[in-house]
């Protein structure tokens, strides 16, 4: 069978700026070029918050019905953990799209995050810690999937589920983790403590497109369909993954209406305004179909260059921001500014380091300001007296 594999497509990512229009535009593309396969799949982060607007959640909604009306003759056969005859979509002879939730959409027990809410709406069939057997033709291929978990309990839950591949089935695990080695951050998910013997792994979450080997197994990230941090890995292309099992050929596909961004490093020792003019004019001879984004990083020291009125001067052409490497607190501002996760996950972080000084459980709490966020009191108090 021919998959398609995409990822953290970020919708409502940028909303109420130019961008805004990035992350649909990059998906609709990408969903449009998987219509020939049999498959798609989606390993997080479709939405960039838990709690989409109605605006954002109703296109993600338009998009996913071009797969539903492709018929392509693949049938669900069984579940794994999961009971097939409650998945309610809408139509089922169309290309089936099986997607988990990502670190930004994740909620506490109890409270439903979007992408299971578009299975319940009958758009696709969402996974987490179960997983379904397609068959076409007399192949059958079984997706088993871990939607995203905070980084310290993934191998815990791991542990609990101990998912197995399905004899008679191309196998394939999708999970959405910090993944040691390939990131470097606290409490990372080791690549030993993936499940063996499947036959293809892919794990969102981070935003750079890659393909490496698992125990001989190929092993795809297929990174971001967004740019939402501008370093200078942004530069390298976006796109999506083709995966044919019977070659186990697998191939990344360009998104070819993309914002390009272009991330340079000047030297503030003899700079004048001319030379990052020019800078920025040579980017812009080489032609875009969308402005580009030219981040320009000023390293040295500090210099009263008119930043601002080079930005303006380029405003139609270009998304041109600064970046001095001394201010590492407005750095750190425009960050959290630009990542509205990182927002929750600096409060989360500074709770739980608190909780765990107290001795007291933080997920227990998290559950707690969830549900309050909710006004489910009822609930609120029995867990506090089970606690
Ligand atoms: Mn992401």
Partial sequence: MKITILSDFHFGFAAGTEREEDAFEA?????????????????????????????????????????????????ISKGISKKVEDIPLIKSEGIPVIAIHGTHERRVRGLMNPVEALERAGFLIYLHCNGVVLEKNGEKICIQGMSGVPDQFSAG??????????????????????????????????????????????????????????RESPFIIPGSLVTTQITKESMKPMGFWSFETESRKSEFRVIENQRKVYYVVMDTGNLERDDIENEIGKILETGHKKKPIVRIKLKGKEKNLPLDEIKSRFVDKAIVSFRKET???????????EHRLSVQELWKKLLYENLRELKLNPKTFEHVFELLLENKIDEVMDLLKNE
């Fill in 27 to 75: 998906a609709k593309e990408a969903i449009e070029r998987s219509i020939d396969s049999d498959v798609i799949l989606i390993a997080g982060d479709m939405f960039d918050t838990r709690v989409p607007s109605t605006e954002v959640f109703v296109r993600a909604m338009q998009l996913l019905t071009k797969p539903m009306h492709a018929e392509n003759g693949v049938r």
């Fill in 327 to 337: 201010e590492e607190e407005k750095i750190q501002a425009k960050t959290l500014e």
């Fill in 157 to 214: 839950v791991l542990d609990q589920w101990n998912p197995k591949p399905v004899e008679n089935c191309f196998n394939i695990f999708m999970f959405h983790q910090s993944l040691s080695p390939f990131m470097y951050a606290p409490h990372l998910l080791p690549v030993e403590k993936l499940p063996r013997d499947f036959d293809l792994y892919i794990c969102g979450h981070m935003h750079e497109p890659k393909k490496s080997v698992y």
